[in-house]
């Protein structure tokens, strides 16, 4: 089939290259000359591992192409794909200005009948918006679809080709079977629904794992307050197959260009609609205090940050990504930064993207170099590089070896043999031998490193 897909961002042209991969013709569709030039040299502009090598191949072969118009993009297109961004505006809803204005340049040079298909997440309602604003200046046949994507940064690619299941919503038979035959290549469970539920569904996950979340994060809590092991107890919650064990990693909450949106905006949607999603207020309010909470231990441990020198593992707002958005790293660094601390950064891959958009923050070229002299190293985002930094010497290269681990990476007692000051989520703290675990609020156990 023929496909387009406005927008080559991380859904975009994860759509698109791995559409192409499975045997359609696409063009993929941006604005932004500088992009698309690049991706026509074969310059992929996000991290995604393998999507570069889908790229490349679907290019070399002729399957994919590129270009800056709409009009030439959709000319031969039975199905075109709406991937642009929906950011949060500041009450907390979509904002839908990018969706919208594809939608009003596709309704003044389309010219034959084909599905406008909105792959970005957007409240309910939005495609029916969509399918009327063409239409003002379109007067042909064609029908709307919502098939939202449910891509991990970090597995777009892999979830792409092996999605656990195809959700496709559709006010008419025939765009329901264009949909059908695009991915009849897919061996998975395929849920066709009227649009509202498609575009509902999509909400409701995000804000069900967001949830988890948030639960376990505030078991952390309680965890620690009474000496039990939040590893232990989401391990043992997992097992139940009514529970399962994914989103029970206690850590410092979500980030990213989709949780936090797509939490606030259900919410926002439910109170639009004279219903107070209480549940998700709470998600909400937890997962920003849970990184403030950490913030706060960190300060108390080291006695403020007046001249410490910090290292912060990790900017990316999770692993195998290079997405800074909504990143705790950078709101920590900036914090510290204020606070009178002087902080070295390093991230294995996000590093080139912060130096663009935040070129005050001073950057390391390893986790190592980042740590060296440092009075404390605060790890947010856990690559598997860290969990592999050989502990001994780290420990000799700073300046007093404390580690706040906010993802849970290191293993408890392999920190106390290293002699580390060890703090990290839901688990019971490890003091240097000569220094009292509680004691941080004045700083004792610094003070007891550094005397030493």
């Given at each position: ?9 991380y859904?975009?042209?994860?759509t ?6 499975r ?38 072969s002729?399957a ?8 030439e ?25 990018h ?12 010219d034959?009948d084909?599905?406008v ?23 042909g046949?064609?029908d709307?679809?919502?098939n ?35 991915y ?12 509202e539920?498609a575009?509902?569904?999509?909400y ?13 994060n505030?078991m ?30 206690a ?16 919410y926002?949607t439910?109170?639009l ?19 403030w909470t950490?913030?706060?231990?960190i ?12 290292a ?7 692993p ?14 900036e914090?510290?930064?204020d606070?009178g601390?002087?902080?070295?950064a ?31 190293v ?19 290269m ?6 706040f ?37 004045v ?9 030493q």
């Amino acid at each position: 089939m023929n496909i387009a897909v406005v927008g080559t961002g991380y859904v975009g042209l994860v759509t698109g290259a791995c559409l192409a991969d499975r045997g359609h013709c696409v063009i993929c569709i941006d604005s932004n000359e500088k992009i698309i030039e690049g991706l026509i040299r074969g310059t992929v502009p996000i991290h995604e591992p393998g999507l570069e090598d889908v790229v490349l191949r679907t290019t070399a072969s002729g399957a994919l192409t590129f270009c800056i118009s709409i009009r030439e993009g959709i000319s031969d297109a039975e199905v075109i794909f709406l991937c642009v961004g929906t950011p949060p505006k500041n009450d907390g809803s979509a904002d839908l200005s990018h969706v919208f204005g594809a939608a009003e340049e596709i309704g003044r040079v389309l010219d034959h009948d084909a599905v406008v298909v909105s792959k970005s997440t957007v409240p309910v309602g939005t495609s029916h918006r969509i399918k009327s604003i063409i239409a003002k200046t379109y007067k042909g046949a064609f029908d709307v679809a919502s098939n939202p994507e449910f891509l991990r940064e970090g597995n777009a690619v892999s979830d792409f080709f092996r999605p656990d299941r195809l959700v496709i919503g559709t006010d008419g038979k025939r765009a329901q079977e264009t949909m059908a035959l695009l991915y009849e290549v897919f061996d998975c469970e395929k849920v066709f629904t009227d649009i509202e539920s498609a575009e509902m569904i999509k909400y409701a996950s995000n804000a069900f794992l967001a949830t988890k979340i948030s639960f376990i994060n505030e078991m952390a809590q309680v965890c620690e307050a009474v000496g039990a092991d939040v590893e232990d107890v989401a391990r043992g919650m997992g097992l139940d197959s009514r529970i399962g064990p994914k989103f029970l990693r206690a850590g410092l909450g979500y980030g990213g260009s989709c949780f936090p949106k797509d939490v606030r905006a259900l919410y926002q949607t439910a109170g639009l609609n004279g219903y107070q999603f209480q549940l998700l207020r709470s998600v909400i309010e937890v997962n920003n205090t849970i990184r403030w909470t950490f913030y706060q231990k960190i300060k108390s441990v080291l006695g403020g940050f007046q001249g410490k020198r910090i290292a912060v593992w990790g900017m990316a707002f999770k692993p195998d990504t290079d997405d800074i958005r909504e990143s705790i790293a950078l709101e920590y660094i900036e914090r510290m930064q204020d606070e009178g601390a002087q902080v070295v950064a390093y991230d294995p891959v996000a590093g080139a993207r912060v130096a663009k958009a935040r070129p005050k923050i001073m950057l390391a070229h390893s986790a190592l170099e980042a740590a060296k002299d440092a009075d404390a190293v605060v790890l947010v985002t856990e690559w598997d590089e860290f969990e592999r930094v050989d502990l001994k010497a780290l420990s000799k290269m700073m300046h007093t070896p404390v580690l706040f681990d906010g993802r849970n990476v290191f293993d408890v007692e392999s920190m106390r043999a290293a002699g580390f000051v060890y703090h990290s989520i839901g688990r019971v703290p490890v003091a240097s031998s000569s220094a009292s675990i509680l004691a941080p609020l004045v700083g004792i156990e610094i003070a007891s490193l550094r005397s030493q």
